[in-house]
């Protein structure tokens, strides 16, 4: 089968097309033939190297793939050959024509949501049910979505304007500022301007925000404590996309009655892997609604991790087999 095999740890490159031996389900697995594997933004992380490969390289990349389960190992429910499905791997193996994975891994989905759909909106959709249940912003409060304009961002924001929050986004350039718009957010402010939070001053113009979700972490976070709701703020940490988690000490928090919920960690991934279900059926009802950037051919998966690592995507990338 073809197969994207990751050589080494490095750039893209090292993401590199190939003939190899096909997987077969073991006991409490399946197989699946995949339509559809999401590129996922932890993925280029995995690929740099900033967190540890689980299994020695080479080896088969990725951690979703979509499909159609086509094989049972011993012990697996017979419903579900022939299931349209999501699995996730342990960590390596999704980037393939055929993807084995644990039974209890899979997400049936749901009639009515077409595949790749469903293998966009699964790792946003789910993380960002969690991350609702956790901040559980309400009516009339001030929300600040960071970097809105594609994946958890987006649908973060599409939600918090449903249920009547006032959305204030952060997103990079002009384009992704419209998008940002065009999810529901009442204001943007662009990120890549180093005094952003100054920019979110100006426009609270002396009110506070509510919840902030922080997908930037760094040094990002300390200039925005003064303008979180003291006492009822809470600080939602979900992301490291400067490379570092929020710099903060607890003291600065505690000095101004603040939260701040860390959404990492085995029991977080626990929290979110139980939000997959209806992460799917909310897609196939319209309730949260993903966005594909591009479908790429499975061989072009070092350019989807580009697509990735140069912002230029303006929503989920997909590979197709
Ligand atoms: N805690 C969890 O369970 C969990 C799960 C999955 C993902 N995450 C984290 O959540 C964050 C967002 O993930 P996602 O899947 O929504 O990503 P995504 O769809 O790929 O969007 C990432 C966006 O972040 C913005 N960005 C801001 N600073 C950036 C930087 N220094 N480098 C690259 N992009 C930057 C870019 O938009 P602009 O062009 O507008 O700047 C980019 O398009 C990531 O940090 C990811 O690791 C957390």
């Known amino acids: 089968m073809r197969a994207i095999v990751m050589t080494e740890t490095g750039g893209p490159e090292v993401l590199v097309a190939r003939e190899v031996e096909p997987p077969r389900p073991g006991a409490g697995q399946i197989l699946v033939r995949t339509e559809a594997i999401p590129v996922l933004y932890p993925e280029t992380k995995v690929r740099a190297g900033a967190f540890p490969f689980p299994a020695p390289l080479p080896a088969v990349f990725g951690f979703q793939a979509a499909g159609t389960v086509t094989e049972l190992g011993d012990g697996v429910d017979p419903a579900l050959r022939g299931a349209r499905v999501v699995a996730s791997t342990t960590g390596y193996g999704a980037y393939a024509e055929l993807v084995v994975a644990e039974a209890d891994s899979v997400t049936v989905i749901p009639d009515g949501l077409a595949t790749e759909a469903a293998a966009a909106i699964l790792m946003p959709g789910s993380v960002t049910l969690a991350l609702l249940r ?82 930037i972490g760094g040094d990002s976070v300390q200039p925005l404590l003064d303008l979180v709701t003291p006492l009822r703020g809470r600080i939602i940490s979900y992301g490291w996309l400067s490379g570092a988690p929020a710099q903060l000490g607890a003291a600065e928090l505690i000095l101004r009655g603040l939260t701040l919920t860390g959404c990492a960690g085995t029991a977080w991934l626990a929290e979110v892997a139980g939000q997959r279900a209806a992460a799917l059926a909310a897609a196939a009802d319209g309730t949260l609604v993903g966005t594909v950037d591009a479908v790429l051919p499975l061989a072009e998966a070092a350019q989807a991790h580009r697509k990735l690592e140069e912002r230029v995507a303006m929503g989920t990338v997909l590979l197709r087999p």
């Open 134 to 215: 956790t901040a559980a912003p309400a009516a009339g409060e001030t929300v600040l979505v960071e970097a809105a304009a594609t994946g958890i961002g987006s649908l973060l924001t599409q939600r918090c304007t449903a249920l009547g929050a006032r959305v204030i986004a952060t997103a990079g350039g002009p384009a992704k500022a419209r998008l940002a718009r065009e999810h529901g957010a009442d204001a943007v402010i662009d990120h890549t301007a180093p005094d952003w939070s100054e920019r979110l001053a100006e426009l609270l113009a002396g009110s506070t925000v509510d919840v902030v979700f922080d997908s």
